[in-house]
């Protein structure tokens, strides 16, 4: 059972909703994400560095039909630190101190 703990970096709206989706799958492609959130390009790639810089996300690029794709994928620790985070919601929800 995971820990709860309360995380700033996962805490941000978009980053929180970032997380939710990588957690269901190995990886997710960039446009993927940003159609997901209805944010733009630039507002992503900001979203993703603050979770890379964390250690929380992976990020890879590979060529496919003559364009670099990027794709984004939760690390461990970027697992444990959402699953703690979504475990103190809860319980921050449910009024237990």
């Avoid at 997901?36 to 990020?59: F, N, P, R």
Wanted: charged fraction near 30%; proline fraction near 3%.
């Amino acid at each position: 059972m995971t820990a709860p703990r309360f995380d700033e970096v996962v805490h941000a709206p978009n980053r929180l909703r970032i997380c939710s989706m990588l957690s269901r799958m190995t990886e997710v492609e960039f446009a993927a994400i940003r159609e997901g959130l209805g944010v733009s390009d630039s507002v992503l790639s900001k979203q993703l560095k603050a979770l890379e810089d964390a250690g929380y996300l992976t990020v890879r690029k590979s060529p496919l039909e003559g364009r670099t794709r990027t794709w984004a994928a939760l690390t461990d620790t970027g697992r444990a630190a959402f699953a703690g985070h979504v475990a103190e919601l809860k319980r921050l929800a449910e009024g237990i101190e």
